[in-house]
């Protein structure tokens, strides 16, 4: 059964830092192109980051660009987001997302439940 | 970047009811298109990719359509599982993004 389980949110201060992880099983993780979305309370999806399967390729949305790092470690089947200089406008929940797909997008066919960020003094 | 437009934003409809959502881009994405049902408090879920392929597993009463800018979700014999919020959603091209949203509701 293919699971994508997150971990490493909480509450942390403007400015702080924060690192996400993704544990998967049940498929190839290095097949796969994996996604960060994130969804901000009552509002709608939003995505932020894409890794390819090997890790080669990445791309950010512009509103995390510069702050937010995203990598994998495949002989860990482990997917991370590295957040820095967090905003309050960062808080939602973060989900992992599996890719149909392994060296571009094309839908993501499996999530997590999500975890929590909430960025606040 | 592109943006997606969806409509209506919700609508309210009745079990047994054909509901049709609209979801435009605002250029030609070349099918790029996958459609997302979430229910309140839940993870997305993948209905149709490629604007037109249904997921394994999913009920054959949902069917998406479209070509160029212009797609659409149809959910037939609406069943009570199915209020939730739709997102259509482009992987034409980075950055990727989804439409607003479209709530049904009783």
């Known amino acids: 059964e293919v699971q994508v389980v997150e971990s490493g949110g909480g509450l942390v201060q403007p400015g702080g830092s924060l690192r996400l992880s993704c544990a998967a099983s049940?498929?190839?993780?290095?097949?796969?192109?994996m996604s960060w979305v994130r969804q901000a309370p009552g509002k709608g999806l939003e995505w932020v980051s894409f890794?390819?399967?090997?890790?080669?390729?990445?791309n950010y949305a512009d509103s995390v660009k510069v702050r937010f790092t995203i990598s994998r470690d495949n002989s860990k089947n482990t997917l991370y987001l590295q957040m820095n200089s967090l905003r309050a406008e960062d808080t939602a929940v973060y989900y992992c997302?599996?890719?149909?797909?392994?060296?571009?997008?094309?839908?993501?066919?499996?999530w997590g439940q999500g975890t929590l960020v909430t960025v606040s003094s | 970047d592109i943006q997606m437009t969806q409509s209506p934003s919700s609508v309210s409809a009745s079990v047994g009811d054909r509901v049709v959502i609209t979801c435009r881009a605002s250029?030609?994405?070349?099918?790029?298109v996958a459609w997302y049902q979430q229910k309140p408090g839940k993870a997305p879920k993948v209905l149709i990719y490629?604007?037109?392929n249904l997921l394994s597993g999913v009920p054959s009463r949902f069917s998406g359509s479209g070509s160029g800018t212009d797609y659409t979700l149809t959910i037939s014999n609406l069943q009570p599982e199915d209020f939730a919020t739709y997102y259509c959603?482009?992987?034409?091209?980075?950055?990727?993004?989804f439409g607003p949203g479209t709530k049904v509701d009783f």
């Open positions: 997302a599996k890719d149909g797909c392994e060296t571009s997008s094309c839908y993501w066919n499996s």
């Open positions: 049940g498929f190839i993780f290095s097949s796969y192109a």
């Open positions: 890794i390819s399967g090997s890790g080669g390729t990445t």
């Open positions: 250029q030609v994405i070349s099918t790029w």
């Open positions: 490629g604007a037109s």
């Open positions: 959603q482009q992987a034409n091209s980075f950055p990727l993004t």
